[in-house]
């Protein structure tokens, strides 16, 4: 059951639906334990800091942008299906272009499909 929902969750990811993709991937979330609680956390975060990047919420794009990255350190062990130093790099070229734009710069930011293995 979780693989079906891991990827339904990544198909909502792909498709830029970040806030369906974080609701599916809870519920693999809740009964999780250990790094692979903190892989799934740190996908959940970066959904929403990019469903809050769509709404120019930038402070909570930057802020769960920033904790995304530690859960998926963390959760680096059991990051099966996804290359986890792509996705950070990912999360940083977000943050950076980001920044451009909270500067004046009319940079597209760049929304960003999931990095499989």
């Known amino acids: 059951m979780e693989s079906k929902l891991f990827e339904q969750g990544c198909r909502y990811f792909d498709e830029e639906d970040y806030f369906e993709a974080h609701e599916v991937w809870e519920e693999i979330w809740i009964d999780a334990f250990g790094p692979r609680r903190y892989f799934l956390q740190g ?3 970066a ?3 990019l469903h809050h990047a769509r709404n120019q919420n930038w ?8 904790s995304a990255l530690d859960y998926l ?3 680096r062990t059991e990051a099966l299906e996804i290359d986890i130093d792509m996705m950070k ?3 940083i070229e977000f943050e950076i272009a980001l920044q451009k734009v ?8 760049p929304f960003y499909k999931l ?3």
């Open 89 to 91: 790099d990912r999360i």
């Open 43 to 45: 996908l959940i975060q």
């Open 73 to 75: 350190e963390r959760g």
């Open 47 to 49: 959904s929403v800091a």
């Open 102 to 109: 909270l500067k004046g710069e009319e940079v597209p930011l």
């Open 115 to 117: 990095p499989r293995k």
């Open 59 to 66: 402070a909570g794009t930057r802020k769960l942008s920033a």
